[in-house]
């Protein structure tokens, strides 16, 4: 099992910037990659971005495509994602979660969740 825990979430205003991080721990060595996922209020939960431990490649979702980063720390067995020129519409639960050693963007596909961070972005 991997532990997973989401932090700074917050309420910002459109335009403004947040950094999520999430911090890894047992089997981590067990993972492929680590993905974040979102899920607004009476939506389907929904892939944001991805990135792969050993090569670092990573995956966007178009809608986040150019203003979220991904990135990962080995030393400290945490995941950033970087959030910039936000908008209301980016306002969700974001989940960190283990991925596959394949490229999904379907949640099935993805174990061991976090408990979420809510970012809340006002227009």
């Known amino acids: 099992q991997v532990q997973l825990v989401e932090s700074g979430g917050g309420l910002v205003q459109a335009g403004g910037s947040l950094r999520l991080s999430c911090a890894a721990s047992?089997?981590?060595?067990?993972?492929?990659?680590m993905g974040w996922f979102r899920q607004a209020p009476g939506k389907e939960r929904e892939f944001v971005a991805r990135?792969?431990?050993?090569?670092?490649?990573?995956y966007y979702a178009d809608s986040v495509k150019g203003r979220f980063t991904i990135s990962r720390d080995f030393a400290k067995n945490t995941v950033y994602l970087q959030m910039n020129s936000l908008k209301p519409e980016d306002t969700a639960v974001y989940y960190c979660?283990?991925?596959?050693?394949?490229?999904?963007?379907?949640?099935?596909?993805?174990?061991?969740w976090g408990q979420g961070t809510q970012v809340t972005v006002s227009s």
């Open positions: 047992g089997r981590t060595f067990s993972s492929y990659a």
């Open positions: 979660t283990t991925g596959p050693p394949y490229y999904s963007v379907r949640p099935r596909e993805y174990d061991n």
């Open positions: 990135i792969n431990w050993s090569d670092g490649i990573t």
